[in-house]
């Protein structure tokens, strides 16, 4: 059984390490990872969904402000600045770094440059979202053979 | 852009009377955010850190707080929120005589945005993410006054 813990941990800590290296995540995803020791064994299985759920949200949020007419920058401008914390505090960083360049184009409120760098956050968050399914999975495994 | 902290010896810093912090028991924060993610990860992080926390989801909430009696060493505050954000917050406690350390955690990061945060009466401003090293800065601080 601690065989099969210590092997789930291997694959987790090879994922999130090749994640790093692509800088898809940093290493505020590991301090986050931490915190499972000061809250509950369950708490980056938990979390991952929420962050999801909210990353999908704002994008569809900053979807329909931006197909309005005449666009709301200020609100794009808000949208923008709570998917950039949020992916921040869970360690997205090319995420956060897409959401700093749709920031830009809300700021210079070109509305050709906002519908690509939207696109541009809608495939960073593709990219990296396989990824978490599959750290949930392992997170759900190695609290189960911890059990 | 600004960089990542600002306050503390800063130029940008004000300096606030604190009140004097009790080290033998634990240091009591509020944690003022309406993202309930972050909320969560600021919240397990200062619990790790070994203080007492307690949770505001706006500015409102924080200042309904205080009224009530409640008091706290630290806050961290966000800076947009619903009903009340943080620089509205900020500057209520400081009216009402608050000496807590209040430190300012945004998204933000442009320098005129940061020096409207500060303004409002902040100890310090640090920009998302909330990590160890920013956390220990804090409590460093809060226990040297």
């Not at chain 1, 090879?14 to 994640?19: A, E, G, W």
Request: charged share 25%; aromatic share 6%; proline share 2%.
């Amino acid at each position: 059984m601690a065989a099969n813990t210590e092997a789930l941990n291997q694959q987790l800590q090879q994922i999130v390490n090749s994640l790093k290296e692509q800088g898809i995540l940093d290493s505020q995803f590991w301090m986050v990872h931490s915190l499972k020791e000061a809250s509950s064994p369950f708490f980056l299985a938990q979390l991952i969904p929420m962050f999801c759920h909210n990353v999908q949200t704002t994008l569809r949020d900053l979807n329909r402000t931006l197909e309005k007419e005449p666009v709301n920058y200020y609100d794009m401008n808000e949208l923008t600045m709570k998917l950039k914390g949020c992916t921040s505090s869970i360690g997205a960083r090319r995420l956060a770094l897409a959401c700093v360049t749709l920031w830009r184009a809300v700021d210079n409120k070109n509305k050709d440059v906002c519908g690509s760098a939207l696109n541009g956050i809608r495939q960073e968050y593709q990219t990296l979202r396989s990824s978490l399914d599959r750290i949930v999975e392992l997170e759900r495994r190695i609290v189960s053979h911890q059990a | 852009m600004v960089s990542e902290k600002m306050g503390f010896g800063n130029v940008m810093s004000t300096s606030k009377t604190m009140k004097i912090i009790d080290t033998e028991k634990k240091i009591s924060v509020l944690i003022v955010e309406d993202d309930l993610l972050i909320r969560k990860i600021h919240k397990v992080m200062m619990t790790k850190f070994g203080t007492e926390v307690q949770l505001a989801s706006n500015g409102k909430e924080a200042v309904d707080l205080f009224l009530s009696g409640a008091s706290f060493d630290l806050i961290l505050t966000d800076l947009e929120m619903p009903i009340m954000d943080g620089i509205e917050a900020t500057k209520q406690l400081r009216s009402m005589g608050v000496t807590s350390m209040i430190v300012g955690v945004t998204s933000r990061n442009q320098d005129s945005e940061i020096q409207a945060f500060m303004k409002s009466g902040l100890n310090a401003c640090y920009v998302k993410p909330l990590n160890a090293e920013k956390v220990t800065a804090v409590l460093n601080e809060l226990k040297n006054i």
